[in-house]
């Protein structure tokens, strides 16, 4: 069952054309990989896709609706969870309050809540009163991850994870990400990491310059050596 089709989207901020008609989509359970170096538009695709920047043109169809030019809020109460780069917890908040704050039920069996969250990551519980301002970058994220959790989200999108954490911290977090898709939860991940997405996703993406480039499994990127010189080398 597909859960998100996004068909041929344009997106701008203000006259400058971002996305030049960007067309995925992820199936119910699968882990999907958005490639590409920085600026190619793969956070500008994830906000389409929620709403934060509303394409102009093209389909954003979530479980057969179409979403796109809806409310941001509407979108994440239907089930889209996002985790934006730049974190953005709530840093005179507690761990416990931030996480608090996005609790949302939707009557889904097992749903998320301060126990599972704690226990998908550890050290949240142990600094459950640290306000979310005094946390290192990685506890952040996994703080934003938790929280989006919380809202109980069909998919999540996740963007740019594991930027500018260190390398042990990058793999405990992929290990986390990795148990979210071994329990069901759809994932659309965008990064520059590219073993990061390779070791994670099902299908991958490789964007440029606003465009797709690449459709294929993360086995097709890996015995291509020039795809990735072409499209994911500095």
Same mark, same amino acid.
């Given at each position: 069952?597909?859960?998100? +089709?996004?068909?041929?989207?344009?997106? &701008?901020?203000?006259?400058?054309? #971002?996305?030049?008609?960007?067309?995925?989509? %992820?199936?119910?359970?699968?882990?999907?990989?958005?490639?590409?170096?920085?600026?190619?538009?793969?956070? /500008? /695709? =994830? *906000?389409?896709?929620?709403?934060?920047? @509303? @394409?102009?043109?093209?389909?954003?169809?979530?479980?057969?609706?179409?979403?796109?030019?809806? !409310?941001?809020? +509407?979108?994440?109460?239907?089930?889209?969870?996002?985790? @934006?780069? +730049?974190? *953005? #917890?709530?840093?005179?908040?507690?761990?416990? $309050?931030?996480?608090?704050?996005? !609790?949302?039920?939707?009557?889904?069996?097992?749903?998320?809540?301060?126990?599972?969250?704690?226990?998908?990551?550890? $050290?949240?519980? /142990?600094?459950?009163?640290?306000?979310?301002?005094?946390?290192?970058?990685?506890?952040?994220? =996994?703080?934003?991850?938790? !929280? &989006?959790? =919380?809202?109980?989200? +069909?998919?999540?999108?996740?963007?740019?994870?594991?930027?500018?954490?260190?390398?042990?911290? %990058?793999?405990?977090?992929?290990?986390?990400?990795? /148990?979210?898709?071994?329990?069901?939860? &759809?994932?659309?991940?965008?990064?520059?990491?590219?073993?990061?997405?390779?070791?994670?996703?099902? !299908? %991958?993406?490789?964007?440029?310059?606003?465009? %797709?480039?690449?459709?294929?499994?993360?086995?097709?990127?890996?015995?291509?050596?020039?795809? #990735?010189? *072409?499209?994911?080398?500095?």
């Amino acid at each position: 069952m597909t859960l998100l +089709d996004v068909s041929g989207i344009h997106t &701008s901020y203000g006259i400058s054309e #971002v996305l030049f008609g960007i067309s995925i989509r %992820v199936e119910d359970g699968e882990c999907v990989g958005l490639l590409g170096r920085n600026g190619v538009g793969k956070s /500008t /695709t =994830m *906000r389409s896709i929620n709403g934060l920047t @509303p @394409p102009s043109k093209g389909s954003v169809k979530w479980k057969d609706k179409e979403v796109a030019g809806k !409310r941001t809020y +509407d979108i994440a109460k239907s089930g889209v969870g996002f985790v @934006p780069e +730049d974190r *953005r #917890v709530f840093p005179e908040l507690t761990v416990w $309050e931030n996480l608090d704050i996005a !609790r949302r039920s939707r009557g889904k069996a097992n749903e998320w809540d301060e126990a599972k969250v704690y226990a998908l990551f550890p $050290e949240l519980e /142990t600094f459950k009163d640290r306000k979310g301002g005094y946390l290192s970058g990685g506890q952040q994220q =996994m703080l934003t991850i938790a !929280r &989006s959790l =919380m809202g109980n989200p +069909d998919i999540l999108l996740l963007d740019e994870p594991s930027e500018g954490l260190a390398p042990l911290v %990058v793999d405990k977090l992929q290990e986390q990400i990795a /148990t979210l898709k071994d329990q069901g939860l &759809s994932i659309l991940l965008a990064e520059q990491n590219l073993n990061f997405v390779l070791d994670l996703s099902d !299908r %991958v993406y490789i964007l440029e310059k606003g465009e %797709v480039k690449f459709e294929g499994t993360p086995e097709d990127v890996r015995s291509q050596p020039e795809l #990735v010189k *072409r499209y994911l080398t500095v």
